[in-house]
C-alpha cells in the first residue's frame, strides 16, 4: 500500500476533482461506483506506464486489478518488485 | 365543442359587460377589465400610426407588466401580428437578429411602463365613463397574430406564426378543459415570450377570468411563489417542472399545503417520478395534469394523473387531445401501430401553418394518409414509446440519442437519472466530441442549496442504474443555476460550450465553480 496516496491523488484528480482525497477510501469499488469505467481504465494504465515506467506488455490487464485505489496500489508493487525508488 | 369565439371579441364582451371585474394582478396591485382594455384602445392609436405594410409584423420586448398585455391586445384589435422579443441575453444580440428575421421595422414598448391603472389616466375619460370600444379590425381566421419563436436549444430559434383561427380554437379548447370563466384565478409564471401564456394569460382573459402574473426577477423564489399562490386563491396553475420541484422542495419543510387549487398543469420536460409523488400533498384538492406539446402544435396531449403511473419511469403524456392526430414513426419510416416506439408526429388544431421563413419547413413537417384522411403533420423530434393500452409515454429527443464508444445513449436517460437523485435540482448531459472515445458525454448538475453532494455520491447513483458507458465522463457539481434559453429551457449548447474539452473540468464562466 506504500502507492495509495499517489493512486489516490491520480483518480481524485482524473476522476473526482471536487472531491478530498480523504473521502476516497482505499478500498472503495471504482467500477461499481461508475467512478471508472473502460476509458478510465485505459487512461490509468497509460499513467501507471508513464509514472512508474511499467511497460504495456508486462501488464495482465485483469480488470479487478484495478477496482480500487488499493487494488490499483498492489499492483504496482507486484509488477515492479525489484524497485523500491518508485516515490 | 362550443362556437370558436375570438380571442379579442369575448375579451371585449367581458370589458364592456364586466368593465369592473379584476383582469390582471401584478406586484400586489389589480386591474381591472376597463383599466385594461382603457391601456390597449391607447395603444391602439400608436399602431394606427405606424405605416406598417399588410404583412409587417410589431415587436414588443417582452417585460412582463400589464402594459405589455395591453400592448398585446391592442395590435390584436388592430389585427396587427407581432412578436415578443426576449430580454436580451447575456450575450446580447439575440433580439437583434429575431427583429432582423422577421422583418420588424418598429419595437415598441408601452407608452407608460410604469402606470400602474387606469387611476392616473389624464384626459376626458373619465373614471366611470362607458367602456364602449372601437370596434376590433374584422380579422380572418387565416390571419397570423401571435409570432412565437422556438427554444433554439439545437440550433438557431425559428418563428412560428399562429392564425387568429389556431388561438381562437386553443383557447376556447382550454378554456373548457379547465373551467376558465368568470372570476377563475390562475397563475402566470411563464415569461411572455412562452407559448404557454396563450393558456394562463390568454385563455383567461378571454373567459372573463384573473390572472396573477409571477414577477420573472423572483419567480424561482419558492416562498414568494407559494405566499402568491395562497393570498389570491389561485385555482389553475401551469408551469414547467423546475416550478413545481422548487415548490414541493419547500413546502416540504414546513408542510405547507395550497387547497384553492383546483387544476395543476406541468409541461415543457418531464417531471421526475419523485417529484409527482410530492404533488397531491402540496396541492390535495387538485386534479394534476401532464401535458405535452410543442410551440410549431400547441398543447397537443394530455394525461390526467390518476395512480397508475409508472413509479420509477417518466410520466405518459397521455393522449392526443380532442381533434389532434399524432402518428409514430418506426425507424424504416413506417407508420407503428399498436404497440411500438418511433418518432411522434402531431397534426392539431392549433398549429401553425408553418415557420415564417418557409425554408425552414423543409424536414419539419410531413404529410401522412392516416384516419382516412391525408394531413399535414410537425414532425416532434421526440421519441415516444407507445403501450398496449395507447397510452404514449416521451422517451427523449430523436438529438438525444447519441453513440458513445458504439453503444447507443439517450442523454434524456441520463439527465432523468441525475435529476432523480434527491439533491440534484437541474441536470443536463451532453456528448462532446473526443479524439479517444469519438463522444463522451459531459453533464452538469446543479445542486439543492445547502447540499454537500460530490461527484463521488453522484457517480455511484448513475453507476446503480445506468450501463456504465452511459454514465457520464465529467461530472460537474455546480450551486448556480444552469444557462437557460429565451424560453426557459436549458441552452445544451451553451453547456456543451462550458464544457468542451478545451475548458478545464472544473468550474467555467458559465457553470460555477463546484465546492
Known amino acids: 500500500m506504500r502507492h495509495a496516496a499517489v493512486v489516490t491523488q491520480f483518480i481524485i484528480e482524473e476522476f473526482l476533482p471536487d472531491v478530498a482525497a480523504s473521502e476516497l477510501e482505499p478500498d472503495y469499488d471504482l467500477v461499481d461506483g461508475g467512478v471508472i469505467d473502460s476509458l478510465g481504465l485505459l487512461k490509468t494504465i497509460a499513467w501507471l506506464e508513464d509514472r512508474f515506467d511499467l511497460r504495456v506488455e508486462e501488464i495482465d490487464l485483469d480488470p479487478d486489478s484495478f477496482r480500487t485505489v488499493a487494488s490499483i496500489s498492489r499492483f504496482i508493487e507486484q509488477a515492479q518488485p525489484l524497485r523500491t525508488d518508485s516515490l | 365543442m362550443t ?100 422583418g420588424i421595422r418598429h419595437v415598441l414598448s408601452p407608452e407608460r411602463p410604469e402606470e400602474p391603472g387606469p387611476g392616473s389616466v389624464p384626459g376626458p375619460a373619465a373614471e366611470d365613463g362607458p367602456a364602449e370600444p372601437r370596434a376590433p379590425y374584422r380579422t380572418q381566421p387565416a390571419d397570423v397574430s401571435f409570432l412565437f419563436t422556438t427554444s433554439g436549444s439545437t440550433g438557431q430559434p425559428k418563428i412560428v406564426p399562429l392564425t387568429t383561427g389556431a388561438v381562437d380554437r386553443f383557447t376556447t379548447w382550454a378554456g373548457e378543459r379547465f373551467g376558465i370563466r368568470r372570476g377563475t384565478t390562475v397563475l402566470n409564471h411563464a415569461p411572455l415570450t412562452f407559448d404557454l401564456c396563450l393558456l394562463d394569460i390568454w385563455t383567461t382573459l378571454k373567459h372573463g377570468g384573473r390572472v396573477v402574473l409571477v414577477d420573472p426577477a423572483r419567480a424561482t423564489q419558492a416562498g414568494h411563489l407559494l405566499d402568491l399562490v395562497s393570498r389570491h386563491a ?48 402540496l396541492f390535495p384538492r387538485a386534479r394534476l395534469y401532464n401535458v405535452y406539446g410543442c410551440t410549431e402544435t400547441n398543447d397537443s396531449f394530455l394525461h390526467e394523473v390518476d395512480g397508475t403511473e409508472p413509479a420509477d419511469g417518466p410520466v405518459p403524456i397521455g393522449r392526443p387531445l380532442p381533434g ?192
Not at chain 2, 395590435?75 to 446580447?92: D, N, Q, S, V, Y
Request: overall charge positive; charged content about 25%; aromatic content about 4%.
Open chain 2, 234 to 281: 389561485v385555482q389553475l396553475v401551469q408551469a414547467v417542472p423546475m416550478f413545481y420541484r422548487l415548490l414541493v422542495d419547500a413546502a416540504a419543510a414546513d408542510g405547507r399545503r395550497l387547497d384553492t387549487v383546483e387544476h395543476v398543469v406541468f409541461t415543457g420536460d418531464s417531471l421526475p417520478a419523485r417529484c409527482l409523488a410530492e404533488l397531491p400533498r
Open chain 2, 324 to 515: 389532434v392526430h399524432a402518428v409514430i414513426v418506426g425507424a424504416d419510416g413506417g407508420i407503428v401501430t399498436g404497440p411500438g416506439t418511433g418518432e411522434l408526429h402531431v397534426a392539431t388544431p392549433f398549429q401553425t401553418d408553418g415557420y415564417l421563413d418557409r425554408a425552414q419547413d423543409a424536414g419539419r413537417f410531413a404529410t401522412h394518409h392516416h384516419d382516412g384522411r391525408a394531413r399535414r403533420y410537425f414532425r416532434s423530434g421526440d421519441l415516444v414509446r407507445r403501450d398496449r393500452d395507447g397510452r404514449i409515454t416521451l422517451e427523449g429527443r430523436n438529438d438525444h440519442q447519441v453513440k458513445v464508444r458504439g453503444v447507443r445513449v439517450n442523454t434524456h436517460e441520463v439527465e432523468q437519472v441525475l435529476l432523480d437523485h434527491p439533491e440534484v435540482v437541474e441536470a443536463a448531459v451532453v456528448a462532446v466530441p473526443d479524439p479517444v472515445a469519438g463522444r463522451l458525454l459531459r453533464s452538469v448538475a446543479r445542486r439543492a442549496p445547502g447540499s454537500r453532494l460530490n461527484s463521488l455520491t453522484l457517480r455511484r447513483h448513475c453507476a446503480q442504474r445506468l450501463p456504465l458507458t452511459a454514465v457520464p465522463s465529467t461530472l460537474l457539481i455546480v450551486d448556480g443555476p444552469l444557462p437557460r434559453t429565451s424560453t426557459g429551457k436549458i441552452d445544451r449548447a451553451h453547456v456543451e460550450r462550458a464544457c468542451s474539452p478545451t475548458q478545464p473540468t472544473e468550474g467555467t464562466a458559465t457553470c460555477d465553480t463546484p465546492r
Open chain 2, 3 to 102: 362556437q370558436q369565439q375570438s380571442l379579442v371579441g369575448s375579451f371585449l364582451a367581458h370589458a364592456t359587460g364586466h368593465p369592473g371585474d379584476p383582469a390582471l394582478v401584478w406586484r400586489g396591485e389589480e386591474t381591472t377589465y376597463r383599466g385594461l382594455l382603457r391601456l390597449a384602445e391607447r395603444e391602439r392609436v400608436r399602431i394606427a400610426r405606424l405605416a406598417l405594410n399588410a404583412d409587417e409584423p410589431i415587436g414588443i420586448p417582452a417585460a412582463k407588466s400589464p402594459a405589455t398585455i395591453a400592448l398585446v391586445l391592442a395590435c390584436l384589435l388592430e389585427g396587427r401580428r407581432f412578436l415578443l422579443l426576449p430580454a436580451p441575453t447575456p450575450e446580447g444580440g439575440a433580439s437583434h437578429a429575431l427583429v432582423e428575421r422577421a
